[in-house]
Nanobody, 123 residues
Framework: QVQLVESGGGLVQSGDSLRLSCAASGRTFRTYTMGWFRQAPGKEREFVAAITRNGGSTYYADSVKGRFTISRDNAKNTVYLQMDSLKPEDTAVYYC????????????????WGQGTQVTVSS
């Protein structure tokens, strides 16, 4: 079992920045990927970004490329999502996810999920 705890959400204005954190605990493996997804009201959950265990590979949705940066600190089993130049359309609940294996943008390929943290961007 792997437990994920997100933090860092909040209410900001358009153009502001936020950093989300996700701490993993429990039984982790050498090869795993951590990712971020988001879900806005009335919409399906969508992929945001992912990073492999060694940080050698990162993946981003086109909608956030150039504005969001995913990183990780393996010593702390923590992954971060730095979100810059936020837009109202970034408003959503952001979920941290964990999968055994290499990177993926498919939510059904992730094995564990956090409880989510709300990000609201006002115009």
């Amino acid at each position: 079992q792997v437990q994920l705890v997100e933090s860092g959400g909040g209410l900001v204005q358009s153009g502001d920045s936020l950093r989300l954190s996700c701490a993993a605990s429990g039984r982790t493996f050498r090869t795993y990927t951590m990712g971020w997804f988001r879900q806005a009201p009335g919409k399906e959950r969508e992929f945001v970004a992912a990073i492999t265990r060694n940080g050698g590979s990162t993946y981003y949705a086109d909608s956030v490329k150039g504005r969001f940066t995913i990183s990780r600190d393996n010593a702390k089993n923590t992954v971060y999502l730095q979100m810059d130049s936020l837009k109202p359309e970034d408003t959503a609940v952001y979920y941290c996810a964990y999968r055994y294996g290499l990177g993926s943008s498919m939510s059904n390929e992730y094995d564990y999920w956090g409880q989510g943290t709300q990000v609201t961007v006002s115009s």
